[in-house]
């Protein structure tokens, strides 16, 4: 069935580093990538996505990049303060289903 | 996302209880979602549903139940054949599932079994 597989699962930082999550999915048909930020206790909030037409997208200190060929993106991290500790998840979605599969996510501590 | 609300935050249930998490958006969206979360696990998807009057089982649909039965409203059930509901619940909504839209995430339901 649709998989995704994210990693790693924690990441420590220094401030002012950069972070770097991977994750994989198994449907060639997926074509819509987000990545959420969820606070403890709180909801996911969408950070950035990408569709399967452009390989790279930035916003400000966050970067997402999409090989579909090797089925598989990445979020970046830029510069990273205390504020962006959180767990974060990746997802894959295809516009047959419009189902979002999540990786498992991705704990990152940012230290100061 | 500030348009999707949940009800209640925390619910605690007896065994062999049935209760109903509420969610409701103002955003006019088309698609509604149930997720379940467990600590260091992802979301999984319970039902969704595309349109009023429709819904379809997602990945881990046994033991719950959902109705849309208005646009702006999707409750779900947690029923009594649901063996391990502990959970943190998510309902999310999107303008439609058919473009994957952007998916946005109401403020969560967590559900303790006594």
């Known amino acids: 069935g649709e998989n995704v597989e994210q990693h790693p699962s924690t990441l420590s930082v220094q401030e002012g580093d950069s972070a770097v999550i991977k994750c994989t999915y198994s449907?060639?048909?997926?074509?819509?990538f987000p990545w959420y930020k969820q606070e403890l206790g709180k909801r996911p909030q969408l950070i950035i996505d990408?569709?399967?037409?452009?390989g790279e997208k930035k916003d400000q200190r966050i970067a997402v990049t999409l090989n579909k060929t090797a089925k598989h993106f990445s979020l970046h991290i830029t510069e990273t303060q205390p504020e962006d500790s959180a767990v974060y998840f990746c997802?894959?979605?295809?516009?047959?289903?419009?189902?979002?599969?999540f990786g498992q996510g991705t704990t990152l501590q940012v230290k100061p | 996302d500030g348009g999707i609300t949940q009800s209640p935050k925390y619910l605690f249930r007896k065994e062999g209880q049935n209760v109903t998490l509420s969610c409701e958006q103002n955003?006019?969206?088309?698609?509604m979602y149930w997720y379940r979360q467990d600590p260091g696990q992802g979301l999984r998807l319970i039902y969704y549903?595309?349109?009023?009057?429709?819904?379809q089982k997602g990945d881990i649909a046994e033991g719950y139940s959902v109705s849309r039965e208005k646009k702006e409203s999707f409750p779900l059930t947690v029923t009594s054949a649901q063996k391990n509901p502990t959970a943190f619940y998510l309902c999310?909504?999107?303008?439609?599932?058919?473009?994957?839209?952007?998916?946005?995430f109401g403020p969560g339901t967590r559900l303790t079994v006594l």
């Open positions: 999310a909504s999107s303008w439609t599932s058919v473009r994957t839209d952007t998916q946005y």
């Open positions: 449907d060639s048909a997926s074509n819509y």
């Open positions: 990408i569709r399967s037409n452009v």
């Open positions: 997802a894959a979605s295809n516009s047959n289903t419009g189902k979002l599969i």
């Open positions: 955003l006019n969206h088309d698609a």
């Open positions: 549903s595309q349109i009023v009057n429709d819904f």
